[in-house]
Nanobody, 122 residues
Framework: QVQLVESGGGLVQAGGSLRLSCAASGRTFSSYVMGWFRQAPGKEREFVAYISWSGGSTYYAASVKGRFTISRDNAKKMVYLQMNSLKPEDTAVYYC???????????????WGQGTQVTVSS
């Protein structure tokens, strides 16, 4: 089992950057695929990015590809999401998630954090 806590959200102007962090607890962190999802008001939770257990494979939603970068540090049990060139439509609560499959399907992720708010002003 793993517990996840996100941090790093905040208010930023369009074109700016933020780096989200996700701290994990549990002995088997390095065996999980880690993902980032987001949920805007009135919308369903959507996939943003995932990274394989080794960090050797990543995948992004088309809406963030080229602007966001996911990374992980297994020794520190941390996952990061570097977000550049932010747009108002990136405004959402961002969630960190852990699962066993490299997938963009939220139903395949077993563990979730509480989320961190990201607000991008125009």
């Amino acid at each position: 089992q793993v517990q996840l806590v996100e941090s790093g959200g905040g208010l930023v102007q369009a074109g700016g950057s933020l780096r989200l962090s996700c701290a994990a607890s549990g002995r088997t962190f390095s065996s999980y695929v880690m993902g980032w999802f987001r949920q805007a008001p009135g919308k369903e939770r959507e996939f943003v990015a995932y990274i394989s257990w080794s960090g050797g494979s990543t995948y992004y939603a088309a809406s963030v590809k080229g602007r966001f970068t996911i990374s992980r540090d297994n020794a520190k049990k941390m996952v990061y999401l570097q977000m550049n060139s932010l747009k108002p439509e990136d405004t959402a609560v961002y969630y960190c998630a852990a699962g066993w499959s490299a997938t963009d399907s939220k139903s395949e992720y077993a563990y979730w954090g509480q989320g961190t708010q990201v607000t991008v002003s125009s």
